[in-house]
């Protein structure tokens, strides 16, 4: 679109090198043309930053699958349902809900987040092994500072 804008200019350019042809209403044609160039293109932009955050959580989906992984909807009118994928659809997924086993048809443009929750048991995992190896990296450095 820019060049053919850069194309319009150049042959009004000539026009009034040519012709003598008053330069402001050329001027104000090729200022509304980029105008409206601009309008347009920021709506396409934001119908293209919609389809790619559809586009991410459909892929997160099909990372996060069907094996029974507890994951969070997070919806774009900022409600949170927790449960089970059971399948994966075009256009769609369908969620069971961890609470009352409802099955729930998600559709990929409502939600604005997807994320696994890890389950307590990991949780304590992660911590347990934290807190050991931040032990083991204090008792390593007492150790090698006696040793001095």
Same mark, same amino acid.
């Given at each position: ?24 209403k050329?001027?104000g ?26 586009? +991410? !959580? =459909?892929?997160?989906?099909? $990372? #996060?699958?069907?094996?029974?992984? &507890?994951?969070?909807? %997070?919806?774009?009118?900022?409600? +949170? !349902? =927790?449960?089970?994928i059971? $399948? #994966?659809?075009?256009?769609?997924? &369908?969620?069971?809900? %961890? ?6 048809d ?43």
């Amino acid at each position: 679109m820019i060049v053919v804008i850069l194309i319009f200019f150049s042959i009004i350019l000539f026009k009034v090198l040519r012709e003598k042809i008053v330069l402001k209403k050329y001027i104000g044609l090729v200022l509304i043309g980029l105008i409206l160039n601009l309008a347009f293109s920021s709506f396409a932009f934001a119908q293209d930053s919609e389809t790619r955050a559809t586009q +991410k !959580i =459909k892929i997160r989906v099909a $990372e #996060i699958g069907t094996r029974g992984k &507890v994951v969070e909807v %997070k919806f774009k009118d900022k409600t +949170k !349902i =927790k449960g089970y994928i059971t $399948e #994966i659809k075009e256009d769609s997924f &369908v969620l069971v809900s %961890k609470k009352n086993g409802a099955s729930t048809d998600i559709s990929y443009d409502k939600v604005k987040n997807i994320q696994p929750i890890l389950a307590t048991s990991r949780k304590v995992g992660l911590a347990v092994a934290t807190g050991l190896l931040a032990f083991g990296i204090i008792g390593a450095i007492v150790s090698l500072r006696s040793l001095k």
